[in-house]
Each structure stands twice: as C-alpha cells, then as structure tokens.
C-alpha cells in the first residue's frame, strides 16, 4: 500500500496533516462493542496513524470478515468505502479488491477466529500471495459474538471464564506468517498505543501484506484471573523487542542511526522504521532468528512484541501479475473489448 | 419406458441398409484407453469430414481418470444437420481390449468393425463386418520408439477409416497439417502412419463392403468448430472481463484456462502489461470471493465451476445478492450428487443456481443451448451483472462445454458495454448526496459508487447483515421488510432484460415442447422425427433464461400439454414452472427425463412423447 501522494512542500496548518484532513475525517460511527474493548483501542491508532501518515480517506478500502473485530471498520474511517464479508473469507474479498482496484489502500480487520478457524485457509493463501494491505488479527483467544468459547490462538493452560482449562496448544500467526513468506509481521498489544501507532505507519509505507497480531483483551468473556489474553497479564507479561519510531517519507532524516544499536530499515515508500534495540539484541530482518525467538517464545509462555520480522526486498502479488498501471476497474471499453478484426482472426483459425 | 426403437424407425433403418450406400449420415465410435493420445486422432478424422462439407459433431465419453480407463470418441455426421447424440453406432473402431467384447455386442446387426486384428473380435458375431488391422505391427514399421508407436496406431486408425468411408486424404492431410501446427517432425511422422492406414486399407479391404461413405457436400463452408468453454471464454473477453479467479474442476476448468491463453494473446498492451488479471484460487470459497470483491470494486469479474464448487460457493452467492455484488458465475454442470459422475454430463444444478445460497434468493441464470450462445450469453451475464447489481449464472454443461460443436462464426458485438448504475464524482456532486440501496428509479435497482471515487459523499458500507437505505446496519423489521421487497422488485424487472425464450409454433399444434439447454438438439430432432413418423405437429418453447418471462404462461395456456425435457432425475426445470404458473396451468405440464449421464438423444424423447401421449388418450 505505498503512497503515491505528492509531498506536500507547505507546513500543514495545526490540527490538519500534510493532505489538510482533519483527524475528524479518519474517525467512523460510534462503536456498539463493549466498553474498554481492547477492539476500540486498536480503532483509535488506527484513525491515529492514518491520519498522521496522511492517507487519502477515499483510497482507502476496509474489509473485514465475522466477529467482534469484524465489526470495527464501521468505526474508522466514515469516508473511505468498507467491506464486511462472510466468516473467515475477508482475505478473497481483499484480493479480488486489490486486483480490481491496485490504487487502493486495503485495511483488513480480523479476528483470531476468523482468521485462526474458519479462515485459515485463506489467511494462509493471502500471505503466500503477499497481497498488498495491512492485515489485523484483533487477538482475544476467544469467541465473543458467540459468548466466550475458546478460539484457536487461546494458549495451552488458559482459563475460561467458566473456569475450562484450554487444553489444546495455539496456533502462533506469526510464526506462520513468517513461514509463508510474510515480509511484514508485528506482534503488538491494545494497550501500547505508541507501538501500534508507529507499527501502522510503518505498515502503510510497505508494498505487500503486512500482518498484525494484536493482542486485544475481551473484557466481557476473557479478563479474568487465568487467562493469557487479559489486560492484567499482557501488561504484566509484554517485553518489548525494540523500541519502534518512524520516520515517514515526507520529513527529512537527521538523525545518525549507525550507532550500532539501531537498525534503520528503509520502506518502500521511502519512509524508514528505526528499531532501537532493547537488552534483547533482536534483529527484526533475519528470518531465522525470527522463527527462532518466537519458538522460545511460546515455549516459555513469554509475550514478546515489536516487528518480528522484516524483508523489504519480495514483490507484491500485483507486481507479479503485471497490470496496467491504472486499475482495472476503470479501464474503458476500448482498450479491455479487442477489436472485430481480433475475433475475425480468431473465427479463421477456428474454421 | 420403450428401449427398443419403434417400428418406423427399424423400417427406416432398413432402408437405410438395402437401399446401397448411406451417404453422410453414421456415427462412428473409437473405442480407446484414455491417455493414449488419441484425441488428436479424433481431432483429425472429424475435421476432414468437416471439411468435406459434411455436418459433423463429436462427443468424447470419457472416464475421470488420468491414463488407463476406457473412453469413447463418438462423431456424428449428418447431411440433414442433425448433432445431437445419436445412440446407434454404425461403425466401430475397437482399440480397447478391456471394452472391445462389449462394444461389439452392442452394436445393431450389419454395423461395421474396425479392430485390432490380435482381438479376435469376429469370433463373437456372425451378423457384422469386420475389418481386422494389425495396427502394433503396421506401427513397427515407422518408429522403433514404443511410446511413439501407441500414439501413431491411432493415426492408422484415421488412415484405414478414411479409405473404408472414402474421405478425400487431402482433407485428411489438412486437418492433420493444422492438428499438429508448427511441429513438422509430428505432422511428417503422423503422415507416414495416415499412409499406411490408407494403403494396408486399400490393399487388404473390400471397401465396398462398407455401407457408409462420405460425399462432399456444401454445409460446412465458412462454419467453424469449437466447444463451448472455448466460446463462453470468447464471450468473457470480447465482454471486457478484466478480474477471472477460478478453482480447477471437471467439466469447467477449461473455460478459464483457454481464458488466459487467450488474454494474453488480446489483451497485454503495447507497454507489455496485461489489463486483466487471473488468478488460480485456493478453493472455490476464494475463488467466488475474489471475484465478488474485485466486483464490488468495479471490475468485470467472474469465475467458473461445476456443481460441487457451486456447493461451496453458497454463502458468498448469499451475500453477493443481499449486499446487491456483481459478478458472473460460470456452472458447467456435470452428473452430482456429490462427486458424482465428474466426466458425465447433465442439467442437475437448476435449483441449487435458482435459490443459491439460505434465506429468501433468487438469481438470474441464462441457459446456452449451442456454442454461439455461450459466446452471446456469457457478453450478455457481464452487462446483467452490473445492471442489476447481482451475481449472474451462466449454466452449461459438459456436452456443452467439453465437446467439439460446428457453429456459424460468432458476430462481434457492437454494442456499448453496460456498466450499470455507477455514480461518479460528477453524479455526487451534482447530487449532493447518495444512499446506495434506495429505489430511485422504481425499477428495484439502486445506486452504487466504486471504492476510489474522490468525493466525501461516496463512500458506504457494504455488509450481508441486516442494512437501511444508507448502508447503516439495520435490525428493523421495516428496513428488512423493505430492503427485501426491492430485491423482489429488481428480480421482476429482471424478467424484461433477460434473453426471452426462442417458440416455434407449429400449425394446430396442441402439445409443446419446452426445453432449454443442450436439451435442444435432441428436441429439434425428434420434432423432425416426430413429425415424419407420426404425423404429429408439435410446439417448441426454448428457455434461455430464469426467471421466465411473459411468454410462458401464454404457451402453456395455448397448449393442452406442454411436455418439459431435462437432464436430471427430479424434473427440476418442471418444478420451478410449477411455482410460477398458476395451479390450471401448472397442470397441463408434462415431464420427460434423461439422466444417466450420457446426453439426451432425439430417439429417447420421440419415444417417450409417443408412450406419454398414448397414456394420455387412454
């Protein structure tokens, strides 16, 4: 979803960013989910790093699949046109968006079961194709809609809120994503806004799927003493892989990063994602360090987050496809109809 | 129902048989194992009676299996333009050892043979002329390469048929020329293997002794010949289609295959990129859903499948209507439930298109009957989709899709592409203001702006869960009750934009025919059988499309039987007519079935009107 916005040379007025919208244009209706929902927490960084990165409201398309977080694109982004699909199956809309309209900006909210469950098989598939849009996994390890059951990211040992011990292991997304060829996979948490906020950012300057995996706490069914996925234990448990800032494209670069502690990634569109390193020592674009730390990880039930991993270099699925430089969508007759001499030569050879 | 053919037809037959030579008008049948390239060999003997000007068809019955099961090539030629199925073989070309015994034994007295002399196949009957041909052995002398061999016994075979018909060799040595296109090696080494076909015939045979023979005549000329996922990928790309996300499955995988060859012949531009996209799905799921998203983004999309894919596909068609999402859906239809008979051809998915997907749908399905119209009709699902904001079927079948059919050459269409009700910038601005699923124009169909329109008033949130007129979601029960009229309402207006039904009247006529799909060949035949045989004037009502129009109700009401044929066991096309009609109409309807998976041939039906019609006068 890199940007192709002109930069704009004058000093935005206050309250406005460099495309003169206001953060009023970026908000969305009135969420209906349940108060303190980590869900909301995510909708505010969002309409916070779009905004700030200064995106284009009606380039933006917001697609989602079933559940509690699939509701959320309703709440961000009024101006910009959204999608909420059927369960499990946004990662087919998103793609059949993105090749009808490769001009877009692509927001896709999940949920662990929409994704982890009954969309696997197409969550697998998007990150093989390394589809370009920002995909949200909104982690809570449990069903909300349906009151509280066990999801697929829910860890070996949790505790239901009806006092059930989950006894099956979780599926890590991450490490998935990372072994399908993801080249853009963060893990964060609902409440560290400033880590989100740079992450997105950061999400919007990368052509190809950028994957989150945010832990967002249920407080209705999953907030209770003995759950992994709860407010109390994130907090208490989350270790910081590096300290995340973000420089856009669009603000000149002063400061020196070769002091050895940070690792200056460039983007795609320009921008650069600085990650301060932290007691860990982590390096964000080795693939196998990267597997690796999230292996120990679950082994020692640790909640790491950051950008896990990093690779700036593979092409996007519609690089590889080819197309006109203008979206499909629009393509006038003349030039998507071939002509009667076409079909005549085609007719002859048929004869 | 009677198996045996009547007795005007034995006398026919007869005929036929003393009378001297049959002139262009047989069926041969090659017996084969699948896998052994003998479809080229088919390919080739067909087109050269084609050639001769001889109407032709050519159907390949075959197993799904990769290599090693039998399969059955049957062509047709027929001076009067008869291409429908026909169930008598007259001369048979035994290459199978496995089927061999049975092919023979099935076939009518006085019938011809052509086998592998090893086969000893003329121990099993005395009433037959069989002509032996050591093809293994003839093969022996053009290439040592075993697996070559194989292949070019199957071009012996079109040598030694075309001597026994007297088939021109120059039209052979065309077809085959234009067979194996730019690979000379092939065309000289299958050559050779013609030769020897044609001489060991010439040198061996009586051909005299063989009743069926091709004269050149002139119906062929200008004519081409195509299969109808060939067609119906012609119809997408003259249609403009720029997203197709497809799953592969017998009988369909085809139409998107042949697609991409195409497209990347007529549609890179100059600067070498393609203003297309195809892309192979993970499963059908995904296949429907890209298309439907690449819809609502404004893209001409579709995406093709057969009767399991339209199984998966169900949740999506719900929300593609009830969101109002345009998109074509291909189903070439083969024999279900359940995997089925996945090489076998039939009309089993009406009801499973009709009402796609739970709650209250209905969808447009247009029904091709001939390779032309899987060209017409597959433009026409493009326009439809995007006027009525929905996703529109295009039903098929494996007869149709799968084998080789001749046709007049398809006529460019000229008219300007319909995009539908698209508002763009200039529209919201003159507007001020836009709710998607209002009624505006009294016509069901409301308003739409694609993602990426630059204007604050564009945008909207599309969902399958309950919404008002301005996209909000909505649980009450007077937007749902409204929201839902108006896709009633829009599927009314439907009926006077889909293609209309094709009637022949005949003269006096008090039953009719009402068949759709490629159901029609057979009809069209049996009505000629009809009216030789019996002296019976019959009506004929062609349905191109659901839902019926006008003229449905008026041909039953001219009519005091009205005889529905169809390929599936349940009569599925006679149901949805008997929820239409009312009740005094609905009883005048009559239902002849075909369903095991080979298709309908114009005999089955002629008998089956003829015994139906007995029970009726009694």
Known sequence: MSMTTQQTSATPPKNMNRLGFTMADYKGAESTLCAGCGHDAITSQIIKAFYEYGVEPHRVAKLSGIGCSSKTPAYFLSKSHGFNGVHGRMPAVATGVMLANKSLISIGVSGDGDTASIGMGQFVHLLRRNVPMIYIIENNGVYGLTKGQFSATADLGSKAKSGVMNDLPAIDVCAMAIELGCNFVARSFAGDPKQMVALLKAALGHRGTALFDVISPCVTFNNHEGSTKSYKYAKDHEELLHEISFVPFFEQITVDYSDGETTDVELHDGSHIRLRKTDKGYDATNKGAALDTLRKCQELNEFLTGLIYINEIKPDFLTLLNMTDEPLATLPQERVQPKEDDLREIMAELM | ?618
């Open chain 2, 1 to 618: 129902m009677p198996n045996q053919s009547p007795q005007a037809l034995v006398a026919e037959e007869e005929q036929r048989l003393n009378g001297g030579p049959v002139i262009n008008d047989f069926s041969i049948q090659v017996a084969t194992v699948n896998g052994s390239g003998s479809q080229s060999s088919n390919t080739v003997l067909m087109r050269s009676i084609f050639q001769m000007g001889i109407p032709v068809s050519g159907k390949n019955l075959f197993p799904s299996n990769i290599a090693g099961l039998p399969t059955w090539f049957t062509i047709r030629a027929n001076k009067d333009g008869w291409i429908a199925r026909r169930k008598e073989i007259d001369f048979l070309v035994a290459m199978n050892p496995e089927t061999a015994r049975e092919d023979v034994m099935n076939l009518d007295p006085n019938r011809v043979v052509v086998y592998e002399e090893t086969l000893k196949l003329n121990q099993y009957r005395r009433d037959l002329a069989f002509f032996p041909v050591p093809f293994a052995k003839l093969a022996i002398e053009i290439t040592p390469d075993s697996r070559l061999r194989k292949l070019l016994a199957n071009m012996i075979y079109v040598g030694v048929v075309g001597e026994l018909l007297e088939i021109d060799p120059a039209e052979t040595e065309i077809a085959l020329t234009k067979q194996f296109k730019g690979k000379a090696k092939a065309v000289a080494l299958n050559k050779t293997a013609l030769d020897i076909g044609r001489k060991f015939a010439k040198e061996t045979f009586d051909r005299t002794l063989v009743p069926y023979k091709c004269h050149r005549m002139n119906a062929t000329k200008g004519k081409i010949i195509i299969d109808g996922n060939t067609a119906a990928a012609l119809g997408c790309m003259f249609a403009g289609v720029t997203v197709a996300t497809w799953y592969p499955i017998t009988p369909s995988s085809s139409l998107c295959e042949t697609l991409a060859d195409y497209m990347k012949e007529y549609r890179i531009e100059r600067d070498g990129k393609a203003n297309f996209a195809i892309v192979q799905a993970e499963d059908e799921l995904a296949a429907v859903g890209m298309a439907m998203g690449a819809g609502w983004a404004g893209a001409r999309s579709m995406t093709s499948t057969a009767g399991p894919g339209i199984s998966l596909m169900q949740e999506f068609i719900g929300l593609g209507y009830y969101a109002e999402i345009p998109t074509v859906i291909f189903d070439i239809t083969r024999v279900g439930p359940s995997t089925g008979l996945p090489t076998r051809t039939q009309q089993s998915d009406i009801l499973s298109l009709v009402y796609a997907s739970h709650g209250d749908t209905k969808h447009i399905v247009l029904l091709p009957a001939s390779v032309e119209e899987c060209f017409q009709m597959a433009y026409d699902a493009f326009d439809l989709a995007e006027r009525f904001q929905t996703p529109v079927f295009v039903m098929s079948d494996l007869d149709l899709g799968m084998n080789n059919w001749m046709a007049d050459p398809f006529k460019y269409p000229k008219k300007k592409l319909d995009r539908g009700k698209v508002l763009s910038v200039e529209d919201l601005k003159r507007l001020g203001n836009f709710r998607r699923y209002a009624d505006i124009d009294g016509d069901g169909i409301p308003y739409r702006t694609l993602p990426g329109t630059n204007h604050p008033a564009a945008s909207y949130f599309t969902r399958g869960s309950g919404h008002n007129e301005a996209a909000a979601y909505s649980e009450r029960p007077d937007d749902y009750k409204r929201n839902m009229d108006r896709l009633s309402k829009k599927y009314e207006t439907a009926r006077q934009h889909v293609p209309p039904p094709q009637i022949q009247s005949a003269n006096g006529a008090k039953i009719g025919f009402l068949g759709f799909g490629t159901t029609h060949w057979a009809i069209i035949e049996s009505l000629d059988q009809l009216q030789r045989e019996y002296d019976r004037p019959i009506s004929y009502y062609r349905l191109r499309a659901v839902p019926f129009t006008k003229h449905l109700a008026e041909f039953f009401e001219r009519h005091d039987r009205v005889y529905v044929v169809e390929q599936n066991r349940d009569g599925q096309m006679g149901m949805l007519i008997k929820l239409e009609l009312p009740a005094e109409l609905a009883g005048k309807l009559r239902s002849i079935r075909h369903y095991s998976g080979i298709p309908i041939d114009a005999r089955f039906v002629t008998d089956a009107l003829v015994a139906a019609e007995k029970g009726e006068q009694n």
